[in-house]
């Protein structure tokens, strides 16, 4: 069965230093989303793209946090510099196209930020 | 405004068990649609179920069942006969509007059955 690929899994950085995520979606899915989600909470979601294009990034903190999906296919997520409130599970998912699809989601990746 | 609310924070069982979980959803649009998602330790979210509001048909698969209500905004979710497997945190969330995909997660309930 297709899968959401995301690695690293787990992610201990310093304050003030760069991270990186990536997300490679299940294939032929066109939508790609970045989920934040914060030790006791749901996921909030932080960017969308539809292919290479950015449908939503309202709630993406732009002053530090930037995404990419240069060929529309696989993702980038970065932080930089790193806070210590970024502590969380960073996740991705993917649907087949904009509407109101079935979003599924990868195993994500675990950030601390010491 | 909490667009999902799980008043349920924690819930414990003992296996064999039934457990419904409860989901309350506030939304203006007439046209939504209602998730449920597992998290088990993991930390991956595995989707259970998706539901639209014009559908208020309850649904079961296997042990799970699903309770939709339109009257009082409601999509619980019963699991009949707990297992030890079933031992998660469990979401619901609500996608509002035709074209919009962005979900609206609750905090979840985190389920412990005990052996």
């Known amino acids: 069965e297709a899968e959401v690929a995301q690695s690293p899994r787990y992610k201990i950085t310093e304050k003030s230093q760069a991270v990186a995520f990536w997300c490679d979606p299940i294939s032929g899915h066109a939508t790609l989303y970045w989920y934040r989600q914060i030790l006791g909470q749901g996921p909030e979601l932080l960017v969308q793209?539809?292919?290479?294009?950015?449908?939503?990034d309202s709630q993406l903190p732009k002053d530090r946090f930037s995404a990419e999906r240069l060929k529309g296919v696989d993702s980038t997520l970065k932080i930089q510099p790193a806070e210590l409130g970024d502590s969380a599970m960073y996740l991705c998912?993917?649907?087949?196209?904009?509407?109101?699809?079935?979003?599924?989601f990868g195993p994500g990746t675990r950030l601390l930020v010491l | 405004a909490q667009k999902v609310t799980q008043a349920q924070t924690e819930i414990s069982v003992v296996e064999k068990e039934d457990v419904t979980l409860d989901c309350v959803y506030e939304t203006r649009d007439t046209t939504y649609y209602l998730f449920w998602y597992k998290q088990p330790p993991s930390g991956e979210l595995v989707f259970l179920i998706r539901r639209n509001s014009f559908d208020e048909q309850n649904e079961i698969s296997g042990r799970y069942s699903w309770n939709f209500q339109k009257s009082t905004s409601s999509f619980n979710f019963t699991i009949t006969a707990s297992q030890v497997v079933d031992s998660a945190v469990y979401f619901c969330?609500?996608?509002?509007?035709?074209?919009?995909?962005?979900?609206?997660f609750g905090t979840g309930t985190r389920l412990t059955v005990i052996p």
């Open positions: 998912a993917s649907s087949t196209h904009r509407g109101v699809e079935t979003q599924y």
């Open positions: 793209f539809q292919d290479e294009s950015v449908v939503d």
């Open positions: 969330a609500l996608s509002e509007g035709a074209g919009a995909n962005n979900l609206f």
